[in-house]
């Protein structure tokens, strides 16, 4: 499940926490439905905030995801450079989204990973649109090294806890009412700092 040589094992969401997903979604949305958000980031995880006149924003998510639009969403300025770093010092690194499953999708993110990324993860566990983490935690109850799962999700951090995994919220507008026991960090470098105190 892992190599020999791993202190830390960091299983990481990918939207909104290695990847500036909504810029992305907002681009699709104005460039090929022809819709205009607010301009605003969402304070509200289902965009309704910043899609208004719509009943259902999040209505054309898979179709995002599996367009084009999809692979020049950006990434954050601070994860590569982090990534490397936390290489350097044995954490090994796994991703896991529940961002859909099907071929199309899983080929273009691994594309995507791979570009942004590569060499600097071992895996992505693939998971259907919103899907619950738990079966792929479960994976890792019985590794020998301290596990730390970050997300933008209280309700994706709840499962981690239960396996006795460090639990890390990327913050942002729309989870500032979380209220669980995270540890709160607003990007890859304050959690690259967080980890370097665990080890």
Not at 133 to 145: E, G, I, L, W
Not at 155 to 177: D, H, I, S, W
Request: glycine share 6%; charged share 25%; with cysteine.
């Amino acid at each position: 499940m892992i190599k020999p040589s791993t202190k830390l094992l960091l299983l990481s969401d990918i939207d909104a926490v290695v990847s500036d997903w909504f810029v992305g979604y907002r681009e699709f949305m104005l460039k090929v439905k022809g819709i205009e958000s607010t301009g605003e980031l969402p304070t509200i995880f289902h965009m309704l905030d910043v899609f208004p006149d719509l009943e259902k924003p999040w209505e054309h998510i898979m179709e995002y995801q599996e367009s084009e639009h999809y692979k020049s969403m950006p990434v954050y300025d601070d994860v590569a450079e982090t990534l490397v770093d936390l290489n350097k010092i044995g954490v090994e690194v796994h991703f896991i989204t529940s961002c859909g499953d099907t071929h199309k999708i899983q080929t273009a993110r691994n594309e995507y990973m791979s570009e942004k990324f590569g060499g600097l993860y071992e895996i992505i566990h693939y998971l259907g649109l919103g899907e619950d983490k738990t079966a792929v935690f479960d994976m890792y109850k019985d590794v020998s090294v301290p596990v730390v799962y970050i997300d933008d999700q209280e309700k994706m951090l709840l499962p981690a806890e239960q396996f006795g995994f460090k639990t890390v919220l990327k913050n942002m507008a729309y989870n500032r009412c979380a209220d669980g026991k995270y540890h709160r960090v607003s990007g890859y470098a304050e959690l690259g700092e967080l980890i370097k105190s665990m080890l």
